[in-house]
């Protein structure tokens, strides 16, 4: 009964391979795949896995690799064959690598020829491309699969580890079950059709553009194009081709888009959706994307590893008067702001935000404490610092570890860096609090330049639109921000370089 009751992450493509087999259902580098020949390939994948490397359902296989057709065949073989992938941010190296390595207990690392020789001594490896013995090359031949044991919707599929921009990465449990209702909250909340022609730059170790965008648009049938990452003048040409008429990007790279010198001469009127998410788009920015581009939809994405991520849109015919705000709720999730006791606070008051789905994860992989913590009063805590209105439209003000006690008054960094996005010389700014006697944190403005300003003259601008308290007492010019490959900017590493 169970097993006729399921539905897992690989079933979502078996059953878009048997609605349209021939339509084209993923195109990277030169190759191109059916809906049935990528649905074959997963099945000749998984068998690989499995009768290769003794592989058995609940063992966990690590993803350390680029974008490629191959690294989402073998994330959907693992899925197939009952194991649990464990996605790496493929540029971590040393310590850093070694413990989600070593904490996941994974059996096998799936990488590329280039990467391997970072893989500490002591894990089986094999490579998804670019050698004869890798597992693309091995798709060839077909090869009959059948699973030790049917998985079923409460089964791990995935470890998502958490960015680890404020504590140690923490492996979220995620169940086919959960990524599923996940999904289909993506395809509601984002419009997602089977026509659309999306383009995927992003990583896919990300759950993001895997779990919000790749996965969901298998679900609906449509055709996509994975990139190795983010090249302006590759998305461009694309989007002129007629390839691709909507994108996932986070602030970070729709601002180099925006500011890259051929976004204002090429023809991107076939851009027909815009999503963005992963960090907080500054207002300003977001302004000067829809004066350039006034027929392209703006979706706003909202959430954390935790909930598959998807949490809350804000859709294209929402953000008129609410520029700021992450949306609401997705299908499957609910959502409330409690104050530190766990109480829900009145509408128009900051609070964290908590949520109940059966999008979220079952807690963290052998952190017990930590999932105690995060997992309580019947709500998961996200750490995330918001306020609700009465229409149920949420707005981030920061996440709760990167509010800065500035002299005994919370002040939200969010605030200070839509101020400083205005003027016109800043190209990225993000704002932190140092410790300081006087104010016990100082706010701090850390900046990149794209024309002349001193500190002082930032400060000022700043002081013009804020309350005096908010503005930054002290700035610092660097040539970049230091970010993971999600584009979220690292405040944590910003706090230790500067304190």
Known sequence: MTGVRSSTVDGVLTRSARRAPERTALRYAGRSWTYRELDGAVSTAAAALT????????????????????YLI??????????????????????????ILSQSASSLVLTDPDLADRVPEGFAVRTLRDDDASLLAGLGTPRPFTPAREPAADDLVQLLYTSGTTALPKGAMMTHGALVHEYVSAITALDLRAGDRPVHALPLYHSAQMHVFLLPYLAVGAENTVLDAPDAAR?????????ADSLFAPPTVWIGLANHPDFAARDLGGLRKAYYGASIMPVPVLERLRDRLPGLAFYNCFGQSEIGPLATVLGPDEHEGRMDSCGRSVLFVEARVVDEHGK???DGTA???????????????????????????????????????????????DRVKDVINSGGV???????EDALYTHPAVAETAVVGLPDERWIEAVTAVVVLKGEATGDELIAHA?????????????????ALPRNASGKILKRELRDRLA
């Open 51 to 70: 009768d290769d490397h003794g592989l058995r359902p609940g063992d966990r296989v690590a993803a350390y690799a680029h974008n490629s057709d191959a």
């Open 74 to 99: 073998a994330f959907l073989a693992c899925a197939r064959a009952g194991l649990v992938h464990v996605p790496v941010n493929q540029n971590l190296t040393g310590d850093d690598l070694a413990y």
């Open 235 to 243: 998305i461009f040409d694309l989007v002129e081709s007629g390839r």
């Open 344 to 346: 829900e606070v009145a």
């Open 351 to 397: 609070g964290e935000v908590v949520y109940r789905s059966p999008q979220l994860c079952t807690g963290y992989w052998d952190k017990p404490e930590e999932s105690a913590e995060a997992f309580r009063d019947g709500w998961f805590h996200s750490g995330d610092l918001a306020v609700r209105d009465a229409d149920g439209y949420f707005t981030v003000v």
């Open 410 to 416: 919370l002040v939200a960094s969010r605030q200070v």
């Open 463 to 479: 002081r013009e639109r804020l309350a005096p308290f908010k503005a930054p007492k002290r700035v610092v010019f660097v040539d």
